[in-house]
């Protein structure tokens, strides 16, 4: 069945085109729909893609019962309810670069704007007055500029800040100090020595439950008076009415805002009646470049992981964003495969419920390891809950949920493209795979304490059995009399005599008798099918 888009928000047509293209996909561009209207059509897509006029509600997710992806043509996901999607296994999917050059340039447009007075000064001309007294200004050189978030924005606003001749420092805990060196500004530690030292303080963060109210009206006292505070970013982060009290008072010398908690701004709000504000309609990202941009990015975004389960731009993937995705699929596949395969033969032993899973891999994958346990914790839940679909997405949420404990490290002993599955609940299963540097297909070399070499195609078939002569024909004899054709068959044993184990790699899915042929076979001692599902 042919993916169906929906597009809406008025996508820039050289994004849209990069979909229509793709004659598997068939695309419907809407306007800005309604909600009742979208709640009613939502259940027929496979993906959403619009921009910030329409909210993605976690109502809206429960009902959109195809949907894969949702796709924000812009930075900003606050119109989504991200933990719904998450829980859903839904990826959502933005645009963060697109738009920082038109971010970047408006910044320092309106700074400049407002500190020499050119609003005032084009009304008063317009006005048929000649008041060149009034309109004394001062120069940004040699200004103290703090960017509270040193991302893709805050860096392009400190590199254009030097060419100013402005002194630059930043505040981001979850920034190295690489990016710092690299920009060239002093790296600030707290907030409040941001506060200290700002003559110009901006922030470019996302709204989040740490950044919502961040400069409140205690933070805003504290800046040195005269300062000018900037909000290109999202509404919120700066408490509107403790910036409009600020500017009232005299304490700032100015502000710029561009975003706002409720939009469109309400015509008695107090920032509208503050005194020396700069005030734009959100219009950060609104250059034809931007918006062309950001389009691209999330077409091209939403139609590779639609075609290739390529989710390394989607924001609620662990470890999303680590590099080459395709070149990772191998190992991911291999990973949810081994653990699939340590569940099945736990829950042979009456082990319904995994309290622990460990994942331990090589050097070469140790940069993966957020999403290889993503698609572990996957593998483990396969089968074992009510979920209609478990993926990247949603897997460590709800393993958590159920109170698995997941843990992730690397380890030197595997070798550098080596994975290591640990599941316990009672009792410890344990299933090791690795993949080869050319993305060929992963492999199990490792199944409990016996080493094998299977490639775990549609379907493996695990026997305990005796080590004595005879067993493997007749396991052999029972499958062919059943149909089921075999791809591989690997045999390891501990000691001569002792215990073995096989793993067999066969086509399709055994019929649920051919599992209780073999387990009535003498010397088999337990037999575990484990069919996965095209994962």
């Known amino acids: 069945m042919p993916c169906r888009i929906l597009v809406t928000d008025d996508i820039d047509a050289e994004g849209v085109a990069l979909l229509t293209a793709e004659p598997s996909f068939t695309v419907d561009e809407v306007p800005t729909l309604p909600p009742d209207e979208l709640l009613e059509r939502i259940d027929r897509y496979d993906a959403i893609l619009g921009r910030s006029a329409t909210r993605i509600t976690a109502e809206l997710l429960r009902r959109a019962t195809r949907l894969r992806v949702v796709g924000r043509a812009g930075v900003g996901v606050d119109n989504i309810a991200l933990d719904a999607a998450t829980a859903l296994g839904v990826a959502v999917i933005n645009a963060p670069a697109g738009n920082t050059v038109a971010v970047a340039e408006l910044f320092f447009g309106s700074l400049i704007g407002l500190i020499r007075h050119l609003p005032r000064a084009a009304t008063s001309m317009r006005d048929g007055r000649w008041e ?30 030097l060419a100013f001749g402005m002194d630059v420092a930043g505040y981001d805990p979850y ?28 922030v470019h963060t996302p709204l989040s439950e740490e950044t919502a109210g961040m400069i409140g009206r205690r933070e805003l006292a504290r800046l040195r008076s005269g300062a000018i505070v900037i909000n290109m970013a999202r509404g919120g982060i700066i408490e509107e009415s403790a910036l409009a009290q600020a500017l009232e008072t005299g304490q700032l010398r100015g502000a710029i805002v561009d ?52 989710l390394s731009r989607s924001i609620n ?99 550098p493209f080596g994975i290591q599955i640990s599941l316990s609940g009672g009792m410890q299963e344990i299933a090791v795979g690795c993949v080869a ?75 649920a008798e051919v599992r209780d042929a073999l387990l009535q076979l003498g010397d088999v001692r337990s037999a575990t099918v484990v069919h996965f599902r095209g994962v």
């Open 259 to 310: 975003a706002f908690v409720k939009e469109p701004l309400a015509a008695d709000h107090p920032l509208r009646k503050a005194k020396n504000v700069l005030l734009t309609p959100h219009v950060g990202a609104s250059t034809a470049e931007a918006q062309r941009n950001v389009a691209v990015d999330a077409c091209a975004a939403v139609r590779d992981a639609l075609l290739h389960d390529e």
């Open 175 to 202: 920034v190295g100090d690489d990016r710092f060196r690299a920009l060239r500004i002093q790296r600030l530690a707290t907030l409040e020595d941001a506060l200290d030292m700002a003559d110009v303080l901006t």
């Open 132 to 161: 060149r007294a009034q309109f004394l200004g001062t120069e940004i050189k040699g200004k103290a500029l703090v960017i509270v978030g040193v991302g893709r924005i805050g860096g392009e606003v400190a590199t254009r800040a």
């Open 317 to 415: 993937v662990a470890g999303a964003g680590i590099g080459d995705w395709r070149a990772l699929q191998p190992a991911l596949q291999v990973t949810r495969r081994a653990a699939r395969v340590a569940s099945a033969i736990l829950a042979d032993r009456g082990v319904r419920a995994a309290q622990r899973l460990s994942l331990r891999c090589g050097s070469e994958l140790a940069g993966s390891g957020a999403a290889l346990l993503a698609a572990a914790a996957a593998g483990v839940l396969e089968g074992a809950v009510d979920v209609e679909r478990i993926n990247l997405i949603n897997a460590r949420s709800i393993a958590e949920t159920r109170g698995v404990e997941l843990s992730s490290s690397e380890s030197s002993s595997l070798g």
């Open 437 to 511: 540097p050319d993305g060929a297909p992963g492999r199990l070399t490792r199944i409990g304490g016996f080493h094998v070499d299977v490639a775990p195609r549609d379907t493996l078939i695990i026997l305990t059995n005796n080590d004595v002569p005879g067993v493997i024909g007749r396991v052999g004899t029972v499958l062919g009399d059943a149909g089921v054709n075999i791809a591989e068959y690997h045999q390891a044993r501990l000691a001569q005599g002792g215990e073995a184990l096989a793993a067999i790699s066969v086509d399709g899915v055994p019929r």
